[in-house]
Protein backbone atom coordinates (compact mmCIF):
# COMPACT_ATOMS: atom_id res chain seq x y z
CA UNK A 1 0.00 0.00 0.00
CA UNK A 2 0.85 3.43 -1.21
CA UNK A 3 0.32 6.25 1.43
CA UNK A 4 -1.56 8.89 -0.35
CA UNK A 5 -2.58 7.39 -3.14
CA UNK A 6 -6.22 6.90 -3.95
CA UNK A 7 -8.39 3.44 -4.22
CA UNK A 8 -11.39 2.60 -5.63
CA UNK A 9 -13.40 -0.52 -5.54
CA UNK A 10 -16.94 -2.48 -5.60
CA UNK A 11 -18.22 -2.48 -2.45
CA UNK A 12 -21.61 -4.54 -2.84
CA UNK A 13 -22.13 -7.99 -3.54
CA UNK A 14 -21.59 -9.04 -7.30
CA UNK A 15 -25.03 -10.35 -9.33
CA UNK A 16 -28.03 -8.76 -9.78
CA UNK A 17 -29.38 -5.94 -8.01
CA UNK A 18 -31.19 -2.67 -6.96
CA UNK A 19 -28.33 -0.55 -6.54
CA UNK A 20 -24.53 -1.52 -6.56
CA UNK A 21 -22.28 1.00 -4.98
CA UNK A 22 -18.25 2.15 -6.07
CA UNK A 23 -16.30 3.41 -3.48
CA UNK A 24 -13.12 5.66 -3.83
CA UNK A 25 -11.00 6.73 -1.00
CA UNK A 26 -8.14 9.34 -1.45
CA UNK A 27 -6.37 12.91 -1.89
CA UNK A 28 -7.76 12.62 -5.35
CA UNK A 29 -10.88 11.09 -4.64
CA UNK A 30 -13.00 14.60 -5.94
CA UNK A 31 -10.48 15.40 -8.43
CA UNK A 32 -10.78 11.86 -10.21
CA UNK A 33 -14.93 12.37 -9.69
CA UNK A 34 -14.88 15.88 -11.09
CA UNK A 35 -13.81 14.54 -14.26
CA UNK A 36 -16.54 11.82 -14.81
CA UNK A 37 -19.80 13.01 -12.77
CA UNK A 38 -21.72 15.42 -14.29
CA UNK A 39 -24.40 16.56 -12.04
CA UNK A 40 -27.98 17.62 -12.68
CA UNK A 41 -27.84 20.79 -10.68
CA UNK A 42 -25.14 22.48 -13.54
CA UNK A 43 -22.57 22.93 -10.74
CA UNK A 44 -18.98 20.86 -10.90
CA UNK A 45 -18.50 18.81 -8.42
CA UNK A 46 -16.35 20.36 -5.88
CA UNK A 47 -19.19 22.91 -5.69
CA UNK A 48 -21.38 20.72 -4.90
CA UNK A 49 -22.28 19.91 -0.45
CA UNK A 50 -20.13 17.71 1.81
CA UNK A 51 -21.93 14.82 2.91
CA UNK A 52 -24.70 15.04 0.79
CA UNK A 53 -26.08 12.80 -2.12
CA UNK A 54 -25.94 14.48 -5.93
CA UNK A 55 -27.84 12.78 -8.55
CA UNK A 56 -26.15 13.02 -12.47
CA UNK A 57 -24.58 10.66 -14.67
CA UNK A 58 -21.11 9.30 -14.83
CA UNK A 59 -19.44 10.67 -18.47
CA UNK A 60 -16.57 8.89 -19.90
CA UNK A 61 -14.42 11.98 -20.34
CA UNK A 62 -12.72 10.64 -23.30
CA UNK A 63 -16.04 9.68 -25.76
CA UNK A 64 -18.51 12.30 -23.85
CA UNK A 65 -20.67 9.07 -23.29
CA UNK A 66 -23.04 8.85 -20.39
CA UNK A 67 -22.50 5.42 -18.98
CA UNK A 68 -25.04 5.53 -16.39
CA UNK A 69 -27.32 7.65 -13.67
CA UNK A 70 -26.00 7.82 -10.38
CA UNK A 71 -26.50 8.92 -6.83
CA UNK A 72 -23.12 10.30 -5.49
CA UNK A 73 -22.17 10.70 -2.08
CA UNK A 74 -19.40 13.52 -1.36
CA UNK A 75 -17.36 13.25 1.81
CA UNK A 76 -14.75 14.74 3.20
CA UNK A 77 -11.51 14.70 4.70
CA UNK A 78 -11.51 14.07 7.84
CA UNK A 79 -15.00 12.88 9.25
CA UNK A 80 -15.00 9.68 7.03
CA UNK A 81 -15.02 5.79 7.56
CA UNK A 82 -10.86 6.58 5.93
CA UNK A 83 -10.58 10.00 7.58
CA UNK A 84 -9.33 10.57 3.78
CA UNK A 85 -11.85 12.11 1.47
CA UNK A 86 -14.47 9.29 0.35
CA UNK A 87 -16.78 9.01 -2.94
CA UNK A 88 -19.50 6.59 -3.39
CA UNK A 89 -21.26 6.17 -6.52
CA UNK A 90 -24.37 4.58 -6.38
CA UNK A 91 -25.40 2.95 -9.48
CA UNK A 92 -27.59 0.28 -11.20
CA UNK A 93 -27.07 -3.02 -9.70
CA UNK A 94 -25.53 -5.84 -11.67
CA UNK A 95 -22.30 -6.64 -12.97
CA UNK A 96 -21.88 -4.39 -16.47
CA UNK A 97 -22.79 -1.14 -14.54
CA UNK A 98 -20.33 -1.30 -11.63
CA UNK A 99 -17.43 -3.11 -13.22
CA UNK A 100 -17.45 -0.04 -15.53
CA UNK A 101 -17.68 2.82 -13.60
CA UNK A 102 -15.05 1.19 -11.55
CA UNK A 103 -12.31 0.49 -14.80
CA UNK A 104 -13.53 4.42 -15.34
CA UNK A 105 -12.12 5.57 -11.40
CA UNK A 106 -8.95 3.29 -12.36
CA UNK A 107 -8.10 4.79 -15.46
CA UNK A 108 -8.41 8.29 -14.16
CA UNK A 109 -6.29 8.22 -11.45
CA UNK A 110 -7.37 5.63 -8.55
CA UNK A 111 -5.95 2.44 -7.91
CA UNK A 112 -7.90 -1.17 -7.03
CA UNK A 113 -7.61 -1.40 -3.31
CA UNK A 114 -6.68 -4.59 -1.71
CA UNK A 115 -8.58 -6.49 0.50
CA UNK A 116 -9.99 -5.10 3.65
CA UNK A 117 -7.72 -1.80 2.24
CA UNK A 118 -10.91 0.80 3.24
CA UNK A 119 -10.42 -1.22 7.13
CA UNK A 120 -7.05 -0.91 7.11
CA UNK A 121 -6.44 2.95 6.31
CA UNK A 122 -9.25 3.75 9.06
CA UNK A 123 -6.71 1.70 11.42
CA UNK A 124 -3.84 3.34 9.86
CA UNK A 125 -5.67 6.60 10.16
CA UNK A 126 -5.83 6.24 13.80
CA UNK A 127 -9.85 6.25 13.60
CA UNK A 128 -9.84 3.16 14.76
CA UNK A 129 -7.61 -0.02 17.02
CA UNK A 130 -7.27 -2.75 15.80
CA UNK A 131 -9.58 -5.17 17.49
CA UNK A 132 -12.46 -2.74 16.41
CA UNK A 133 -11.14 -3.41 12.97
CA UNK A 134 -11.73 -7.05 13.02
CA UNK A 135 -14.89 -6.37 14.33
CA UNK A 136 -15.84 -4.81 10.82
CA UNK A 137 -15.26 -8.53 9.86
CA UNK A 138 -17.25 -10.23 12.02
CA UNK A 139 -20.44 -8.15 11.81
CA UNK A 140 -20.48 -8.82 7.93
CA UNK A 141 -19.66 -12.66 8.63
CA UNK A 142 -21.99 -12.35 11.60
CA UNK A 143 -25.00 -15.46 11.65
CA UNK A 144 -26.84 -14.55 14.47
CA UNK A 145 -28.19 -11.33 15.86
CA UNK A 146 -26.47 -12.15 18.92
CA UNK A 147 -23.09 -12.47 17.09
CA UNK A 148 -23.58 -9.48 15.63
CA UNK A 149 -24.07 -7.43 19.23
CA UNK A 150 -21.04 -8.91 20.34
CA UNK A 151 -19.14 -7.52 17.01
CA UNK A 152 -21.11 -3.90 17.46
CA UNK A 153 -19.75 -4.09 21.17
CA UNK A 154 -16.18 -5.09 19.65
CA UNK A 155 -16.67 -2.12 17.19
CA UNK A 156 -17.64 0.76 19.83
CA UNK A 157 -14.92 -0.56 21.42
CA UNK A 158 -15.96 -2.80 24.70
CA UNK A 159 -12.69 -4.62 24.27
CA UNK A 160 -10.26 -1.88 23.38
CA UNK A 161 -11.27 -0.15 26.76
CA UNK A 162 -10.90 -2.80 29.09
CA UNK A 163 -7.56 -3.50 27.78
CA UNK A 164 -6.26 0.15 27.32
CA UNK A 165 -7.59 0.27 31.28
CA UNK A 166 -4.92 -2.81 31.73
CA UNK A 167 -2.10 -1.26 29.82
CA UNK A 168 -2.35 2.26 31.44
CA UNK A 169 -2.34 0.33 35.09
CA UNK A 170 0.76 -1.10 33.95
CA UNK A 171 2.32 2.36 32.14
CA UNK A 172 1.63 3.36 36.15
CA UNK A 173 3.05 0.02 38.13
CA UNK A 174 6.22 1.03 35.29
CA UNK A 175 6.52 4.31 36.62
CA UNK A 176 6.62 3.45 40.18
CA UNK A 177 9.35 0.86 39.76
CA UNK A 178 11.21 3.83 38.00
CA UNK A 179 10.88 6.27 40.60
CA UNK A 180 12.27 3.34 43.03
CA UNK A 181 15.21 2.38 40.90
CA UNK A 182 16.05 5.78 40.02
CA UNK A 183 15.66 7.60 43.83
CA UNK A 184 16.78 4.86 45.85
CA UNK A 185 17.57 7.17 48.92
CA UNK A 186 14.13 7.23 49.38
CA UNK A 187 13.57 4.09 50.52
CA UNK A 188 10.47 3.74 49.05
CA UNK A 189 11.09 0.24 48.12
CA UNK A 190 8.79 -1.89 50.53
CA UNK A 191 5.66 0.26 49.70
CA UNK A 192 6.51 -0.22 45.83
CA UNK A 193 6.27 -3.99 46.68
CA UNK A 194 2.99 -4.02 48.21
CA UNK A 195 1.65 -1.78 45.59
CA UNK A 196 2.69 -3.37 43.07
CA UNK A 197 1.50 -7.09 43.72
CA UNK A 198 -1.74 -5.04 44.76
CA UNK A 199 -2.13 -3.45 40.89
CA UNK A 200 -0.17 -6.96 39.40
CA UNK A 201 -3.67 -9.10 41.22
CA UNK A 202 -6.10 -6.64 40.23
CA UNK A 203 -4.55 -6.95 36.61
CA UNK A 204 -4.73 -10.93 36.40
CA UNK A 205 -8.14 -10.58 37.51
CA UNK A 206 -9.56 -8.76 34.79
CA UNK A 207 -7.74 -10.60 32.30
CA UNK A 208 -8.55 -13.72 33.87
CA UNK A 209 -12.20 -12.50 33.66
CA UNK A 210 -12.01 -11.79 29.85
CA UNK A 211 -10.31 -14.97 29.19
CA UNK A 212 -14.02 -16.71 30.92
CA UNK A 213 -15.76 -15.59 27.72
CA UNK A 214 -13.65 -16.83 25.11
CA UNK A 215 -15.37 -20.36 24.44
CA UNK A 216 -18.30 -18.46 24.26
CA UNK A 217 -17.90 -15.54 22.19
CA UNK A 218 -15.87 -18.16 19.79
CA UNK A 219 -19.08 -20.26 19.43
CA UNK A 220 -21.10 -17.07 18.83
CA UNK A 221 -18.67 -15.54 16.23
CA UNK A 222 -17.75 -18.80 14.44
CA UNK A 223 -20.46 -21.45 15.25
CA UNK A 224 -21.10 -24.69 17.21
CA UNK A 225 -19.23 -27.59 15.57
CA UNK A 226 -21.79 -29.89 16.50
CA UNK A 227 -22.03 -33.80 15.17
CA UNK A 228 -25.39 -36.34 14.92
CA UNK A 229 -24.01 -39.80 15.36
CA UNK A 230 -25.71 -42.89 15.50
CA UNK A 231 -25.76 -45.97 13.63
CA UNK A 232 -27.59 -46.34 10.26
CA UNK A 233 -31.55 -45.89 10.30
CA UNK A 234 -31.24 -44.18 13.52
CA UNK A 235 -32.71 -40.94 12.85
CA UNK A 236 -29.66 -39.08 12.05
CA UNK A 237 -31.01 -37.29 8.75
CA UNK A 238 -34.89 -36.71 10.26
CA UNK A 239 -33.23 -34.75 13.63
CA UNK A 240 -31.05 -32.57 11.19
CA UNK A 241 -34.43 -31.47 9.30
CA UNK A 242 -36.45 -31.20 12.66
CA UNK A 243 -33.47 -28.82 13.70
CA UNK A 244 -33.50 -26.85 10.01
CA UNK A 245 -37.16 -27.00 9.57
CA UNK A 246 -37.07 -27.79 6.20
CA UNK A 247 -36.19 -31.04 3.96
CA UNK A 248 -32.37 -30.74 3.77
CA UNK A 249 -31.26 -34.28 3.97
CA UNK A 250 -32.75 -37.03 1.95
CA UNK A 251 -34.75 -39.73 4.29
CA UNK A 252 -34.96 -43.53 3.47
CA UNK A 253 -35.96 -46.70 5.80
CA UNK A 254 -32.60 -48.33 3.42
CA UNK A 255 -29.08 -47.77 5.82
CA UNK A 256 -26.46 -45.89 4.78
CA UNK A 257 -28.36 -43.54 2.99
CA UNK A 258 -26.34 -40.89 3.99
CA UNK A 259 -22.74 -41.78 2.26
CA UNK A 260 -21.59 -38.00 2.63
CA UNK A 261 -21.06 -35.62 4.75
CA UNK A 262 -24.32 -32.87 5.15
CA UNK A 263 -23.63 -29.32 6.51
CA UNK A 264 -26.22 -26.30 7.78
CA UNK A 265 -25.64 -23.55 9.88
CA UNK A 266 -28.84 -22.97 11.94
CA UNK A 267 -29.87 -20.72 14.58
CA UNK A 268 -30.91 -21.37 17.73
CA UNK A 269 -32.38 -18.45 20.34
CA UNK A 270 -29.10 -16.61 18.86
CA UNK A 271 -26.62 -19.52 19.02
CA UNK A 272 -25.60 -20.46 15.51
CA UNK A 273 -24.69 -24.01 15.29
CA UNK A 274 -22.69 -25.41 11.95
CA UNK A 275 -24.23 -28.93 12.45
CA UNK A 276 -22.99 -31.95 10.40
CA UNK A 277 -25.31 -34.89 9.21
CA UNK A 278 -22.57 -37.49 9.52
CA UNK A 279 -22.87 -41.33 7.76
CA UNK A 280 -23.57 -44.09 10.13
CA UNK A 281 -20.86 -45.66 11.54
CA UNK A 282 -20.46 -49.72 11.43
CA UNK A 283 -18.71 -52.12 9.51
CA UNK A 284 -19.06 -52.23 5.64
CA UNK A 285 -17.92 -53.35 2.24
CA UNK A 286 -19.54 -50.64 -0.01
CA UNK A 287 -15.88 -48.50 -0.18
CA UNK A 288 -17.82 -45.18 -0.64
CA UNK A 289 -19.64 -45.37 2.24
CA UNK A 290 -16.64 -46.45 4.28
CA UNK A 291 -14.96 -42.88 3.13
CA UNK A 292 -18.25 -41.47 4.34
CA UNK A 293 -17.84 -43.60 8.09
CA UNK A 294 -14.17 -43.04 8.03
CA UNK A 295 -14.99 -38.96 7.79
CA UNK A 296 -17.39 -39.09 10.38
CA UNK A 297 -14.96 -40.76 13.07
CA UNK A 298 -12.75 -38.02 12.41
CA UNK A 299 -15.95 -35.07 13.21
CA UNK A 300 -16.34 -36.67 16.09
CA UNK A 301 -12.66 -35.95 17.50
CA UNK A 302 -12.95 -32.30 16.30
CA UNK A 303 -16.34 -31.32 17.23
CA UNK A 304 -17.63 -29.22 20.23
CA UNK A 305 -20.83 -30.75 21.27
CA UNK A 306 -22.08 -34.84 19.81
CA UNK A 307 -25.84 -35.10 19.72
CA UNK A 308 -25.73 -38.87 19.82
CA UNK A 309 -28.62 -40.84 18.71
CA UNK A 310 -29.98 -44.44 19.77
CA UNK A 311 -32.82 -45.74 18.65
CA UNK A 312 -35.38 -47.22 21.80
CA UNK A 313 -37.94 -49.30 19.43
CA UNK A 314 -35.06 -51.54 19.07
CA UNK A 315 -32.37 -54.07 20.69
CA UNK A 316 -29.19 -52.37 20.97
CA UNK A 317 -26.41 -53.46 18.00
CA UNK A 318 -22.57 -53.79 18.45
CA UNK A 319 -22.66 -50.24 16.31
CA UNK A 320 -24.61 -48.84 19.44
CA UNK A 321 -21.81 -49.87 21.97
CA UNK A 322 -19.45 -49.10 19.88
CA UNK A 323 -20.45 -45.74 19.82
CA UNK A 324 -21.70 -45.61 23.61
CA UNK A 325 -18.11 -45.98 24.48
CA UNK A 326 -16.93 -43.77 22.14
CA UNK A 327 -18.61 -40.50 23.69
CA UNK A 328 -18.29 -41.05 27.39
CA UNK A 329 -15.55 -38.45 27.43
CA UNK A 330 -16.75 -36.36 24.93
CA UNK A 331 -19.20 -33.05 25.14
CA UNK A 332 -22.47 -35.07 24.62
CA UNK A 333 -26.44 -34.62 24.09
CA UNK A 334 -27.89 -38.29 24.61
CA UNK A 335 -31.09 -38.68 22.60
CA UNK A 336 -33.78 -41.70 22.58
CA UNK A 337 -34.95 -41.20 19.47
CA UNK A 338 -38.39 -43.23 18.11
CA UNK A 339 -40.19 -42.68 21.62
CA UNK A 340 -43.47 -42.92 19.48
CA UNK A 341 -42.60 -46.47 18.90
CA UNK A 342 -42.89 -49.37 21.07
CA UNK A 343 -39.89 -49.14 23.36
CA UNK A 344 -37.45 -52.53 22.91
CA UNK A 345 -34.94 -51.72 25.36
CA UNK A 346 -35.35 -50.71 28.86
CA UNK A 347 -35.15 -46.65 29.18
CA UNK A 348 -34.15 -46.56 32.01
CA UNK A 349 -31.01 -49.53 31.83
CA UNK A 350 -30.21 -47.18 29.18
CA UNK A 351 -30.14 -43.54 31.07
CA UNK A 352 -27.88 -45.98 33.46
CA UNK A 353 -25.12 -45.90 30.49
CA UNK A 354 -24.44 -42.27 30.97
CA UNK A 355 -24.58 -41.27 34.03
CA UNK A 356 -22.85 -37.67 33.30
CA UNK A 357 -24.70 -36.91 30.40
CA UNK A 358 -27.66 -34.69 29.64
CA UNK A 359 -30.35 -37.28 27.80
CA UNK A 360 -33.58 -36.38 25.85
CA UNK A 361 -36.44 -38.30 24.88
CA UNK A 362 -37.44 -37.23 21.34
CA UNK A 363 -39.25 -38.67 18.41
CA UNK A 364 -36.83 -36.60 15.32
CA UNK A 365 -39.64 -37.70 12.73
CA UNK A 366 -42.56 -35.93 14.46
CA UNK A 367 -40.21 -33.20 16.22
CA UNK A 368 -40.84 -34.20 19.51
CA UNK A 369 -38.53 -33.22 22.43
CA UNK A 370 -36.80 -30.94 19.80
CA UNK A 371 -37.77 -27.88 21.76
CA UNK A 372 -35.89 -29.61 24.82
CA UNK A 373 -32.95 -30.53 22.83
CA UNK A 374 -32.85 -26.66 21.69
CA UNK A 375 -32.89 -25.49 25.51
CA UNK A 376 -29.51 -28.14 26.07
CA UNK A 377 -27.53 -26.86 23.60
CA UNK A 378 -28.33 -22.94 24.52
CA UNK A 379 -28.14 -24.03 28.13
CA UNK A 380 -24.74 -25.09 27.32
CA UNK A 381 -23.01 -22.64 25.14
CA UNK A 382 -23.92 -19.69 28.11
CA UNK A 383 -24.01 -22.14 31.06
CA UNK A 384 -26.12 -19.34 32.97
CA UNK A 385 -23.13 -17.20 33.50
CA UNK A 386 -22.21 -14.56 30.52
CA UNK A 387 -24.47 -12.28 29.62
CA UNK A 388 -23.49 -10.39 26.64
CA UNK A 389 -25.78 -7.69 27.25
CA UNK A 390 -23.43 -6.48 30.25
CA UNK A 391 -20.40 -7.64 29.49
CA UNK A 392 -18.03 -8.04 26.36
CA UNK A 393 -17.23 -11.07 24.89
CA UNK A 394 -13.38 -12.39 23.85
CA UNK A 395 -14.27 -14.17 20.42
CA UNK A 396 -11.32 -13.63 18.46
CA UNK A 397 -9.09 -16.58 18.53
CA UNK A 398 -6.17 -13.97 18.29
CA UNK A 399 -7.12 -11.62 21.31
CA UNK A 400 -7.32 -15.34 23.43
CA UNK A 401 -4.13 -15.97 22.57
CA UNK A 402 -2.64 -12.70 23.21
CA UNK A 403 -4.50 -12.85 26.85
CA UNK A 404 -3.17 -16.31 27.66
CA UNK A 405 0.53 -14.63 27.07
CA UNK A 406 -0.55 -11.66 29.04
CA UNK A 407 -1.65 -13.92 31.97
CA UNK A 408 1.14 -16.11 31.96
CA UNK A 409 3.69 -12.77 31.95
CA UNK A 410 1.38 -10.98 34.71
CA UNK A 411 1.36 -13.95 36.74
CA UNK A 412 5.78 -14.55 36.30
CA UNK A 413 5.41 -11.20 37.77
CA UNK A 414 3.33 -11.75 40.89
CA UNK A 415 5.54 -14.77 41.48
CA UNK A 416 8.84 -12.41 41.12
CA UNK A 417 7.21 -9.26 43.26
CA UNK A 418 6.27 -12.30 45.79
CA UNK A 419 9.87 -13.68 45.84
CA UNK A 420 11.11 -10.32 46.37
CA UNK A 421 13.12 -10.18 43.66
CA UNK A 422 14.67 -7.42 42.32
CA UNK A 423 12.49 -4.60 40.41
CA UNK A 424 14.30 -4.92 37.22
CA UNK A 425 13.25 -8.19 36.98
CA UNK A 426 9.74 -7.46 37.52
CA UNK A 427 9.42 -5.00 35.36
CA UNK A 428 10.51 -7.33 33.10
CA UNK A 429 7.81 -9.21 32.45
CA UNK A 430 5.14 -6.73 33.44
CA UNK A 431 6.66 -4.91 30.06
CA UNK A 432 5.92 -8.41 28.32
CA UNK A 433 2.17 -8.24 29.92
CA UNK A 434 1.85 -4.89 28.67
CA UNK A 435 3.31 -5.46 24.97
CA UNK A 436 0.93 -8.86 25.03
CA UNK A 437 -1.95 -6.30 25.59
CA UNK A 438 -0.95 -3.51 22.95
CA UNK A 439 -0.87 -6.40 20.16
CA UNK A 440 -4.68 -6.97 20.96
CA UNK A 441 -5.87 -3.04 20.15
CA UNK A 442 -2.58 -2.90 17.07
CA UNK A 443 -0.19 -0.52 19.35
CA UNK A 444 2.67 -2.83 19.50
CA UNK A 445 1.52 -5.62 16.55
CA UNK A 446 4.15 -5.92 13.59
CA UNK A 447 3.69 -4.94 10.12
CA UNK A 448 3.44 -8.53 9.23
CA UNK A 449 0.45 -9.72 11.30
CA UNK A 450 -1.59 -6.21 10.53
CA UNK A 451 -1.34 -7.25 6.93
CA UNK A 452 -2.52 -11.00 7.59
CA UNK A 453 -5.32 -9.76 9.43
CA UNK A 454 -6.77 -7.76 6.61
CA UNK A 455 -5.71 -10.10 3.56
CA UNK A 456 -9.39 -11.96 4.95
CA UNK A 457 -11.32 -9.03 4.74
CA UNK A 458 -13.25 -8.91 1.31
CA UNK A 459 -11.79 -6.12 -1.44
CA UNK A 460 -14.58 -3.32 -0.64
CA UNK A 461 -14.61 -3.30 2.56
Not at 67 to 88: F, G, I, N, Q, W
Not at 194 to 212: F, G, N, R, V, Y
Not at 370 to 387: D, K, T
Request: glycine letters at 8%.
Amino acid sequence: MYEGDTIAAISTAPGEAGIGIVRMSGSEAFEITQKIFQSSSGKSFSELRNRGIHHGFIIDPKTHEKMDEVLVSKMKAPHTYTTEDVVEVNCHGGMIAVRRILELLLRNGARLAEPGEFTKRAFLNGRMDLSQAEAVIDLIRAKTDKGMDIALEQLEGSLSHKVQEMRESIIHMLAHIEASIDYPEYDIEEVTYDTLLKDAKQIKEKIEKLLETSDTGKILREGLNTVIIGKPNVGKSSLLNALVKEGRAIVTDVPGTTRDIIEEYINIRGVPLKIIDTAGIRETEDVVEKIGVDKSRELIEKSDLILFLLDVSKELSKEDELLIDLVQNKKAIILFNKIDLDPKVSIEKLKDKFPKKSIIEISALKGEGVERLQNEIVQMVYGGRVSIEKDGLVSNVRHKNLLEKALNSITITIDTIQQGLPLELISVDLKDCWDYLGQVTGDTVSEDIIDQIFSNFCIGK
